[in-house]
């Protein structure tokens, strides 16, 4: 049997653009002899598609799309992942369905058994679990069908009471298929080779996996959509962050490849690209700003945001103040010339001190602290939002995880931008992913990797005057944020208790800011935003 | 036997707090010779605690707290929620427990079967959903003890695939009492009569039911706790938006009482007074400032906050431009004056005009428009944090439903603030409140209520060249935000159809301005926040 795999790039909602891809790929694997097509789980409405899928318009629209689909299925079998109504009237009224096309019409539909809620998952909000599981049969051919997560039950201490593969493999199926909507992290490329391996294992039986590519808001799809043999080897691997369309055939020798997924950094590197290329083409921007402090920060988002837009597309802006050191311009400067981008110099004095003059009536003889420092931020902010706002352009967000954990940060200020690109990167990260940018040649200017981070908000300010070193910080971080350990935990690893109960104390305490700010695009397996759900009224460890 | 009803503003994690109040109670209870004492559902970390469920550490201080609880339960017995491990290997780690105290130790523990997985409720995230159900025996009375949606599913086409009560009533239980964590919203009392009372029509028995007051940044919990008798009757009902404790003794004759709801406005009104106290309580503020802007909203905004934390701790800020009409200043000169509280004046037209000075070199000739209405609007914002930040206050946001939903408003701008007071409530629900609470006297000025909207952004900017009336707009925006009716849907009941495509557009269009916004007090069935998920760059309806 031919089987298509086609991996590709949908936008929610957008039901038009979604068919003409599916409608295309159909045609090609028509052209290509195979004998069925396969698509990525909820491809019909891209995923997440949240709560449009409480409404009934959507959900016909969507209806309405797998019909014209379900046409074009003379002669050819289609897999394709959409939401379906629930035929029971218990339970919810959605099911997270893989249908089977053929002939002209749906020939079956399989729904999804184990419906991940936890972290930036939600599908229990939407969908009735199902306890049924049966094969297709199709050209002869027995093939066990699975939506993502059901294949994702191996564990010791399972998260279901059910496997949908374990009554499946009753009826002796010959091929299982997984079509899959798995968010991109890190490691999560060898998490999926894990699972898809013990699978191979268990059922000994080849596994076909297509995935979705592109970016959603924050989460980001890598792709990686493959054929793994029996024997647990790679036999067919599609492009990592990419759309393709890949043809297994299972009657040929299918040797074993080398598997292509780029390394950690690159992988990182490659993500935040597709995600900001994806948030600007699928918003229908094509222009960004942000501004260039000389710092490490601003000038790694700047060289992200050419490679995902084009240097004609870039314009840096620098907004020194009298705190700003010369250093700040001459290394935003160098920068914006490496990268080949527009810059524009705007000095805040002017409007700082007309601001200060403002409000002398009513701070009259306090001292300068926290409130003009975060009124220049403000005031940054402020004028990046008026460009931006004047020229249809997108402001990037451009802090880090680091400062957005411990609140090290301006509300309206420097945190303003539509998307946070590197709001999901520790700062060693964001060293350690400048450097890999500097391999070929320097990029990213050695004088603002070097020196030490400052916000220049007053007089001789460094970061390390109201933070730990970022290198401590960040594990500290890592370990309550990612691992989800305790004060006492992370004290007995050997860190400053006092230390520790700082930061955790921070972390807490600053959760009305990141409430306000930018959807981040996610890298890691725990990232700001809608995967990680935090009361802000709450007094723990406070 | 003489159960009492404790109804308790509990602080999420605030384990210290939580426990003194409840060992308050239970010393109460004993005093006033109740057999029995019952708190709230998860009371004891306080709801919703979200993902710090996620954290051992805060599940261990949950188990201290326990602990120290049941040590008190010596000649008393006691009901009260809280998260308990699963015992099961499979499945969510975590059981919503209520536990039933007695004798200095945990007697039985009884976990939640329906789990709320829908608008603001993530339970399902968290926990395990029992299927086991088993009454408690005490001094001789059979309690079916049963936790909120536990007894939600009396629908003809039920969300879930079991009925807690229909095991219960099997082993011939004499009382019911459910423990609550039900939020606010105007018409959740009407839906909880109803519901208990299809519960004690179908079972014949009374029902105690307990839940929890106070407010949770964006979630109300109005109290209401009460005892129905089998006929349906309240013959006991505690204080509405108040703590409050009372005994309900079952042998005596418990005559009907009056239910002693508020009435619909007055309710909102009163949520919104314990949301704004209880944020700035629980996270130790005092003190608030906001934007009077002459305008409809300022003007409740700073009507409730001054019910909610006392004049002393309000301050208006008059923030005028070029573009302000006379009345804007006199209009909020009143109201402060109305309210008594101070008013400080700061005009924003040198900070405007130095900013323009500064945009110039970019801006060149290009005639003024949106970027410099938001401008405008940005200033005002910086200068209130400014304010905020110096004095130690919170801004408060006085963005209403209406500008929310179509994106009427600037981010970073007259957007800002630590919580949003009126943002569950449409334009005409702004007046209808404003208009309930100057009954008595004229608190917010007749000439805001009665004057044209203005942003007053540019020369005689009126709301109504941009937006369509306000009582249509509303009128679309419910059918669609709360009632989820589709484009077509909303037009066949006679709305122009070119004005239900660009509402709907222009909703969808925002949900990336939403998503940097403060939390909003809930007060409707679907408010912007928690309980709508949104995807940003989705193409639907657009």
């Given at each position: 049997m031919r089987i298509a795999l086609a991996q590709l790039n949908y936008h929610i909602g957008n039901f038009k653009a979604n068919v003409e891809k599916v409608l295309t790929a159909i045609e090609r694997a028509k052209s290509e002899r195979a004998d069925l097509v396969v698509?990525?789980?909820?491809?019909?409405?891209?995923?997440?598609?949240?709560?449009?899928?409480?409404?009934?318009?959507?959900?016909?629209?969507?209806?309405?799309?797998?019909?014209?689909?379900?046409e074009k299925s003379m002669g050819i079998g289609v897999i394709i992942g959409a939401p379906t109504k629930n035929l029971n009237l218990n339970g919810k009224r959605l099911r997270n369905s893989a249908l089977f096309l053929n002939n002209g019409k749906i020939a079956s539909i399989h729904n999804k058994g184990l419906l991940p809620t936890y972290d930036v998952f939600d599908e229990y909000r939407?969908?009735?679990?199902?306890?049924?599981?049966?094969?297709?049969?199709y050209k002869g051919v027995k093939i066990a069908l699975t939506i993502c997560e059901d294949i994702w039950n191996m564990d010791d201490q399972p998260m279901y009471?059910?496997?949908?593969?374990?009554?499946?493999?009753?009826?002796?199926?010959?091929?299982?298929?997984?079509?899959?909507?798995?968010?991109?992290?890190?490691?999560?490329?060898?998490?999926?080779?894990?699972?898809?391996n013990e699978n191979v294992s268990k059922y000994h039986l080849p596994i076909i996996y297509v995935n979705h590519i592109g970016a959603q808001t924050e989460l980001i799809f890598d792709g990686g959509s493959m054929v793994m043999n029996a024997k647990g080897e790679i036999v067919k691997q599609l492009e990592f962050f990419k759309e393709d369309f890949q043809i297994w055939d299972s009657e040929l020798a299918n040797p074993k490849i080398k598997d292509q997924a780029p390394e950690s950094l690159e992988r990182?590197?490659?993500?935040?690209?597709?995600?900001?290329?994806?948030?600007?083409?699928k918003l229908g921007f094509k222009k960004t700003i942000l501004g260039l402090s000389g710092g490490i920060d601003s000038a790694l988002c700047a060289a992200l945001a050419v490679e995902a837009l084009g240097k004609e597309n870039v314009t840096g802006i620098l907004l020194p103040s009298e705190f700003s050191s010369d250093h700040s311009i001459t290394d935003a400067k160098e920068l914006a010339k490496n990268l080949?981008?527009?810059?524009?110099?705007?000095?805040?004095?002017?409007?700082?001190?007309?601001?200060?003059?403002?409000?002398?009536?009513?701070?009259?003889?306090?001292?300068?602290?926290?409130?003009?420092?975060?009124?220049?931020?403000?005031?940054?902010?402020?004028?990046?939002m008026a460009i931006s706002n004047k020229f249809g352009?997108?402001?990037?967000?451009?802090?880090?995880?680091?400062?957005?954990?411990?609140?090290?940060?301006?509300?309206?200020?420097?945190?303003?931008?539509?998307?946070s690109i590197i709001g999901d990167l520790y700062k060693g990260q964001v060293y350690a992913l400048s450097n890999h940018i500097n391999l070929e040649?320097?990029?990213?200017?050695?004088?603002?990797?070097?020196?030490?981070?400052?916000?220049?908000?007053?007089?001789?300010?460094?970061?390390?005057?109201s933070l730990p070193d970022y290198d401590v910080l960040d594990q500290i971080l890592r370990l309550y944020i990612e691992q989800k350990q305790g004060r006492k935990d992370i004290i007995s690893m050997g860190f400053d208790s006092k230390l520790v109960s700082k930061v955790l104390k921070l972390v807490n305490l600053n959760e009305y800011k990141r409430y306000q700010t930018a959807p981040v695009l996610r890298v890691s397996k725990k990232a700001f935003g809608m995967g990680r759900r935090m009361p802000i009224v709450a007094r723990y460890l406070i």
């Open positions: 698509f990525a789980e909820l491809a019909i409405t891209g995923y997440p598609p949240r709560d449009f899928l409480e409404f009934n318009e959507f959900i016909e629209m969507s209806e309405a799309a797998i019909k014209k689909i379900a939407f969908f009735e679990p199902s306890g049924e599981f049966s094969l297709i049969e009471d059910q496997s949908p593969m374990e009554i499946l493999i009753k009826d002796k199926p010959e091929i299982m298929i997984n079509i899959s909507a798995s968010p991109f992290d890190v490691d999560h490329h060898e998490d999926r080779l894990k699972i898809l990182i590197r490659q993500a935040i690209v597709i995600g900001i290329r994806d948030y600007f083409r080949g981008i527009s810059a524009e110099l705007i000095p805040i004095a002017d409007s700082f001190s007309s601001f200060q003059k403002d409000l002398k009536p009513i701070f009259k003889d306090l001292p300068f602290g926290l409130a003009e420092e975060n009124l220049q931020a403000r005031i940054r902010g402020t004028l990046l352009s997108i402001l990037l967000n451009t802090s880090n995880k680091s400062e957005a954990a411990v609140g090290y940060g301006t509300l309206y200020g420097d945190m303003n931008g539509g998307l040649k320097e990029i990213i200017p050695l004088n603002t990797i070097r020196k030490e981070p400052s916000a220049e908000l007053r007089p001789d300010q460094k970061d390390s005057d």
